[in-house]
Nanobody
Framework: QVRLVESGGGLVQAGASLTLSCAAS????????VGWFRQAPGKEREFVADMSLSSSERWYGDSVKGRFTIFKDNAKNTVYLQMNSLKPEDTATYYC????????????????WGQGTQVTVSS
């Protein structure tokens, strides 16, 4: 079974950039898409971005639109989340997940989740 491993998180100052990676091991991404979610302490998990693996269509949460970009490298079997102009409110644990349903944004559409990578943005 495919296993997802996120990396690239860290502590940065507001305005900085980070690129998160979601690498698939044990097989290729053989799903409708791959998404990124995040969860801050005491808050519900929030949809961040999703990318269709067949059409490369992309969707973003309202809070990150224009600042974050999701993209993939098929050769490396990895999906990335480029995060620019980071804000303190972007502080959260970021998770990637494979989507097995055409409905994006819904957690129930995603079946395999990574362990998460922490992003902390200081003001």
């Amino acid at each position: 079974q495919v296993r997802l491993v996120e990396s690239g998180g860290g502590l940065v100052q507001a305005g900085a950039s980070l690129t998160l990676s979601c690498a698939a091991s044990g097989g290729a991404f053989n799903t409708f898409g791959v998404g990124w979610f995040r969860q801050a302490p005491g808050k519900e998990r929030e949809f961040v971005a999703d990318m269709s693996l067949s059409s490369s269509e992309r969707w973003y949460g309202d809070s990150v639109k224009g600042r974050f970009t999701i993209f993939k490298d098929n050769a490396k079997n990895t999906v990335y989340l480029q995060m620019n102009s980071l804000k303190p409110e972007d502080t959260a644990t970021y998770y990637c997940a494979t989507r097995t349903h055409y409905l994006i944004r819904l957690e129930s559409s995603y079946n395999i989740w990574g362990q998460g990578t922490q992003v902390t943005v200081s003001s």
